[in-house]
């Protein structure tokens, strides 16, 4: 699917915060000679930021290698961070999978506040924008009030949605809008879920219910499960990551409130311990402020100010 195009001027403003955190230290090494002080303070900055431990050594080690060669002599510190920092990140698959035959199914997970309801709106939004016919399924029955917020977003979007009571199974839910999508022809079943923690096992148990129950009623479904992480939450999010995808089978990554922090390399960190690609990137809290992750625009929006 071919969900909807990267503006770079919205990444660039969504990743203010990483880049001037990255951006004064980065921006005192340009045009330095390459040598081993230079490599240790670049290794410093990194390891400082978000980015981790794999990405840092990974990066530092292959630089250390090349300047023993000699073959940095004449090179830009922050152009070769670059051009390594995206070479981590190009080669994945990052596109929203879609059914071959209506509907395709996204379920959205995560803990407790991170941002899933607003991502499903976004998603939902940017579907419709698209000419695609979607339908909500308010799965969230747990959570006083939150079937009314994604009622409140339905129908500011103008998206059908379908909903039980508060306190309800939320796989009776799931499974009324999988039917309700079948039977309406709807291109997109976005199926919003309660925030929990992994350490909530009965909580951990619906989830899979929920996912058992799409997979039973439409054919290769969820053909997307999309956990939402709080780029706010740093390094927690790979303990959430990691745990989540031990219940359900996470597809992608739906890495929310990248507006809100400095912590935006955290991506690479995501990457490199879970192996799960981040998909989509929301960058505040508007239903149009969501963005496909594109790696060649993310770099540049975290490097391109050093200059
Ligand atoms: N700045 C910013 N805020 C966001 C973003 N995404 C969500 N939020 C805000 O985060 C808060 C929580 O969002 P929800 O979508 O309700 O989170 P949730 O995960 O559904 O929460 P629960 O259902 O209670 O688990 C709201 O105030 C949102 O506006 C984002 O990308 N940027
Ligand atoms: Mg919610």
Known sequence: MGLFRATMSAIRGGLSKTRSALAAPLATMRGRTIDDKTITELEHILLSSDVGVTTTDAIISDLRTQAAAGALQGKDIIDLLSQRLLARLEGKNREIA???????????????????TTSVAKIGCALKGEGRTVLLAAADTFRAGAVSQLTTWAERLGIEIVKGEQGSDPA?????????????????LLIDTAGRLHTQEPLMRQLEKIQHVTTKQIDGAPHEVLLVLDATQ?????????KFSQSIDVTGIFLAKLDGTARGGIVFAIEDETGIPVKLIGIGERPEDVEPFEPKSFVKALIEVAR
């Open 172 to 188: 009776a839910v799931t499974f009324d809008a999988a039917c309700a999508a079948k039977a309406r022809g709807t291109d997109v």
């Open 98 to 116: 879609v059914a071959e035959t209506s509907p395709t199914a996204i379920l959205v997970a995560g803990v407790n506040g991170v941002g899933k």
């Open 234 to 242: 740093g390094q927690n999010t790979l303990s959430q990551a990691k």
